[in-house]
């Protein structure tokens, strides 16, 4: 088991920018991968970044080139960087990690807004 705790979340303009952060509760050298998903109102919630032991990101083609992930081993946390946010992408951010190939921990979420 593990805990995750995201923050960062918040009210944004559209074009500006917004840091999630999630701290986990023990090594995520221990999953294959750590994640970040949403989910906005309405519709199911996808994986919008990930990031492998070795470090090779990947994106949802709706966030490449304005989302970053990053990670930090030692203080066991995973970030999401948000740039020029849009409207759409308001949605509850959530942290996972990846056991054995499923996306099996989620944390609580976080609420982002964007405005136009």
């Known amino acids: 088991q593990v805990q995750l705790v995201e923050s960062g979340g918040g009210l944004v303009q559209a074009g500006g920018s917004l840091r999630l952060s999630c701290a986990a509760s023990r090594s995520i050298f221990s999953f294959n991968a750590m994640g970040w998903g949403r989910q906005a109102p309405g519709k199911q919630r996808e994986l919008v970044a990930s990031?492998?032991?070795?470090?090779?990101?990947d994106y949802a083609d709706s966030v490449k080139g304005r989302f970053t992930i990053s990670r930090d081993n030692a203080k066991n946390m995973v970030y999401l960087q948000l740039n020029s946010l849009k409207p759409e992408d308001t949605a509850v951010y959530y942290c996972?990690?990846?056991?054995?190939?499923?996306?099996?921990?989620w944390g609580q979420g976080t609420q982002v807004t964007v405005s136009s």
């Open positions: 990031i492998t032991i070795g470090g090779r990101a």
């Open positions: 996972s990690a990846n056991s054995a190939g499923a996306w099996d921990y």
